[in-house]
């Protein structure tokens, strides 16, 4: 990582910007330091983020930034606040245009705390922490003694509030996973991804993944053995958020050289139900794909919304439907595999046909239903007894939970061989490649955020 142009940087105050080159990439770097006028924003800094942002719009380069910063500078009075005001404002207009990747490496408080909830992507080293209100807040309002850690740290982020989508032992850990990080993004959504040469073959066949899928219905396995089997083998995947929901796996990856972002179920936690977390994990993670230009694949193996009167009063239904209007807002090339369970809801927004998907596969253990069969046979014959509603649901299983309904109607485009994943993924990608669609006649939509 070497400087190629300072922008600014020597003013009184705690940040820095830079044109630096970042692994294969050059990124606008901007950082700001604790260890510099007590870490605290100043009018200064907010000039100094404003001419990183700035710069980084005018070249079309990715906008990078080291967070370390205790709030906004107390001897500056209101001034101090307007800087970190206007720092979130000019990171808010970058977004969609350019990658913003933050890493916060030591303390993110107050105001500046909030900067990380603007970024495209968030890498946290192991000793920092971040929060709106700090620990002594916290005891005065609600009696209750929590530590910087407890409250704010690296874990809570990564496992509970879904800010860090990566971790990293220190910072020069955390400036690798950034460069791993935009070598899979465009410079700017002007341009398409890269795509890099892989000597793995297209048509790679994955006969493993045909024992993937458990005997039993209600088995589990981890959806990552298929996601290793069928990405190129010589570029590693990067899941983002993977200790965050997760019953929904987000992660980029290259099929055929080219990058794609994948929205996947995971049967292995909470057997791959979709709630509050999960669904904001993976409609954040297809819109910042739709941003930058990367083709969507979406893994479907879920039996539906996960129930719970906690869930409805928190807003399930608002919460549930981002998912929905991600996926139908894409304007990507986008392809659906359903590998087992497609029920009710959670079928219709994890990218189902009739939600505008490309192309819809499915491999023969698909099951496209409204319900499964003991739920379906409780309600249509609620009196049967124990014996005949056994037949029922065997009868049910093989009217209805197959591929091969939806396909005669035309909601599956060609059920699979599991052997030929990779091929076929890396064709239908091929197939929309040229997909260009043109949004217009609005500011913007106004989406369940």
């Not at 604790?34 to 983020?49: K, N, V, W």
């Not at 987000?250 to 994948?262: Q, S």
Request: aromatic letters at 4%; one cysteine or more.
């Amino acid at each position: 990582m070497t400087a190629s142009l300072v922008l600014r940087g020597g003013v009184k105050g705690c940040t820095s910007a830079a044109v630096e080159r970042l692994g294969r990439n050059d990124a606008v770097v901007l950082r700001i330091d604790a260890s510099l006028a007590a870490g605290s924003l100043t009018p200064s800094d907010s000039e100094t983020i404003a001419v990183a942002a700035a710069t980084a719009l005018r070249q079309r380069l990715p906008l990078v930034g080291y967070l370390a910063s205790g709030g906004a500078s107390v001897d500056h009075g209101i001034e101090a606040l307007h800087a970190w005001g206007r720092a979130a404002r000019e990171l808010t207009t970058c977004s969609g245009i350019v990658p913003v990747v933050l890493v916060c490496q030591g303390p993110a408080v107050s105001g500046p705390a909030l900067l990380l909830g603007l970024a495209d992507v968030v890498v946290m080293t192991a000793d920092s922490y971040a929060f709106v209100s700090g620990p002594a807040m916290v005891r005065e309002m609600t009696g209750v003694d929590v530590d910087l850690q407890r409250l704010g740290g690296v874990d809570v982020h990564a496992r509970r509030t879904g800010v860090a989508a990566l971790e990293a032992e220190d910072t020069d850990h955390a400036a690798q996973l950034v460069a791993d990080v935009l070598d899979f993004l465009p410079p700017h959504a002007d341009v398409l991804p890269p795509r890099r040469p892989t000597s793995d073959p297209p048509g790679r066949r994955t006969p493993e993944l045909r024992d993937v899928i458990p005997a039993a219905a209600n088995g589990s396995y981890d959806v990552r053995r298929i996601l290793a089997a069928v990405i190129d083998q010589d570029q590693p995947l990067l899941e983002l958020r993977p200790r965050w929901a997760t019953q929904i796996v987000t992660a980029l990856a290259r099929l055929g050289g080219k990058p794609v972002g994948i929205v996947a179920n995971q049967p292995q936690s909470m057997a791959g139900t979709i709630d509050i977390p999960a669904s904001h994990k993976a409609a954040r993670f297809v819109t910042f794909c739709d941003s930058f230009g990367l083709p969507i694949i979406t893994l479907v193996d879920t039996p539906g919304f996960l129930p719970g009167k906690d869930l409805e009063w928190r807003g399930m239904i608002r919460h549930g439907a981002q998912m929905a209007f991600a996926y139908a807002e894409a304007s990507v090339p986008r392809v659906c595999l359903l590998l087992r369970k497609a029920y009710g809801g959670a079928y219709i927004v994890m990218d189902c046909r009739p939600m505008g998907s490309d192309l819809c596969l499915a491999w023969p253990s698909a099951e496209v239903a409204v319900m499964g069969a003991k739920g379906a046979v409780q309600i249509l014959h609620r009196r049967a007894g124990p014996a005949e509603a056994g037949e029922l649901e065997l009868e049910y299983e093989d009217s209805y939970l197959n591929p091969w309904i939806a396909a005669e109607r035309g909601l599956i485009d060609d059920v699979i061989d599991p052997a030929r994943t990779r091929g076929a993924l890396i064709g239908a990608l091929e197939e929309i490649r040229g997909k260009r669609e043109h949004v217009g006649g609005r500011k913007h939509a106004n989406g369940p955020l």
